[in-house]
């Protein structure tokens, strides 16, 4: 079975960089966090998974897909959470 998409996983309070780096969104800079969020947004399909198994003729093919858009969407939730605690405290 070959999975297309997939190349990133959802971990909780982590994000994982474009060079697939893991790190804490606590140890992110505001900039960071910004553009995460509105680049996560654009892509609700960031967590998805696509499996398809190729057999002999079309009949013999299988297709599926994992929808990881909840996952997304909690991420934005992580994100958008710790960007307000920031805000916070920059407030005061």
Do not use: Y
């Given at each position: 079975m070959k999975i297309i998409g997939g190349e990133y996983t959802y971990i909780?309070?982590?994000w994982e960089?474009?060079?697939?780096?893991i790190i804490n969104?606590?140890?992110?800079?505001?900039?960071?966090?910004?553009?995460t969020i509105k680049f996560l947004k654009k892509r609700p399909d960031f967590y998805?998974?696509?499996y398809?198994?190729?057999?002999?003729?079309?009949?013999?093919?299988f297709y599926d897909k994992y929808d990881g858009s909840k996952?997304?969407?909690?991420?934005i939730e992580e994100l958008e959470?710790?960007?307000?605690?920031?805000e916070r405290k920059i407030r005061g």
């Open positions: 909780k309070d982590k960089t474009k060079d697939h780096r969104i606590s140890d992110m800079t505001i900039e960071h966090l910004e553009n998805d998974i696509e398809i198994e190729n057999g002999v003729d079309i009949e013999e093919c996952e997304v969407t909690k991420k959470l710790r960007l307000k605690k920031i």
